[in-house]
């Protein structure tokens, strides 16, 4: 009998090689992005310096604001760590998150269901959302929220469903990974450039420590959607098939 378990492990890995050199690629961008990005940072700093408190509350409401108009939310993620230190830049993006997802709810439910619901009758997948949710509908949703979805277009489709706020707004919670690791790497990047380009000095061992601990979030990233990818393959293959909700 032919064994095919050689082949598969070769997949498998070229998957693992192909991955990390994504992530590399995707760190590559960021760090040029960030290097150009440098010449405007110093202003933009002594700008948020100047509003004081007023500052984290005017991200906050940008990120609330901007996000149910489709405004990229891994990019005001990345730009939280690039301006404000690390700790209370993760703190101010979980609470744009929940903010965020909440008004998103209130907009899909109250306002714009009827333009929502039509859009997911379009999509024969989609339309399955609410049957699937009628089941175990938070650990779906949380799990849909690990996956890589586009945060507010998946927002507006749960929030015509059957789900009520307070499930939905708890399954939030799973995108949060995404969030806080993206704040990390805005972070990690600024610091990183600033190194290099020799505008403050800084330890080998500190940056390094700053890169190595990017990569391993960057791997538990993977994993993550891996394995909330399979869970969801048992429960609602419809759903994170060829096509569907996972590949828009």
């Known amino acids: 009998m032919i064994s095919y378990n050689p082949l598969k492990n070769a997949l498998n890995n070229q998957r693992i090689y192909l991955r990390l050199l994504g992530i590399l690629g995707l760190a590559?961008?960021?760090?040029?992005?960030?290097?150009?990005?440098?010449?405007?940072?110093?202003?933009?700093?002594?700008?948020?310096?100047?509003?004081?408190?007023?500052?984290?509350?005017?991200?906050?409401?940008?990120?609330?604001?901007?996000t149910p108009l489709f405004i990229s939310v891994d990019t005001l993620c990345f730009v939280a760590g690039v301006l404000f230190?690390?700790?209370?830049?993760?703190?101010?993006?979980?609470?744009a998150?929940?903010?965020?997802?909440?008004?998103?709810?209130?907009?899909?439910?109250?306002?714009?269901?009827?333009?929502?619901?039509?859009l997911l009758r379009k999509?024969?997948?989609?339309?399955?959302?609410?049957?699937?949710?009628?089941?175990?509908?938070?650990?779906v949703m949380l799990l849909l929220r690990l996956l890589p979805l586009p945060f507010a277009w998946l927002s507006?489709?749960?929030s015509v469903t059957q789900v009520q706020f307070k499930p939905y707004l708890i399954a939030t919670s799973g995108i949060l990974i995404?969030?806080?690791?993206?704040?990390?790497?805005g972070y990690a990047t600024k610091h990183v450039v600033t190194a290099v380009s020799g505008s403050h000095s800084a330890s080998f061992i500190h940056?390094?420590?700053?890169?190595?601990?990017?990569?391993?979030?960057?791997?538990?990233?993977?994993?993550?959607?891996?394995k909330a990818r399979s869970a969801m393959l048992k429960i609602a293959p419809e759903l994170v098939g060829q096509n569907t909700l996972d590949s828009n």
């Open 85 to 95: 230190p690390l700790l209370p830049g993760m703190l101010y993006v979980i609470v």
């Open 28 to 66: 590559l961008t960021i760090f040029l992005s960030v290097r150009g990005f440098q010449l405007y940072l110093p202003d933009l700093e002594k700008w948020l310096q100047g509003l004081g408190a007023f500052g984290f509350i005017a991200f906050i409401a940008l990120f609330v604001v901007a």
């Open 156 to 158: 507006y489709a749960l």
């Open 123 to 139: 999509h024969q997948k989609l339309s399955k959302l609410n049957d699937v949710l009628a089941n175990d509908g938070l650990h």
């Open 178 to 185: 995404y969030n806080t690791a993206l704040v990390y790497f």
């Open 207 to 226: 940056e390094g420590l700053l890169v190595g601990i990017g990569i391993i979030a960057a791997l538990i990233l993977i994993i993550v959607v891996s």
């Open 97 to 118: 998150t929940y903010g965020a997802a909440a008004v998103i709810f209130i907009l899909g439910r109250y306002f714009f269901r009827e333009k929502v619901t039509l």
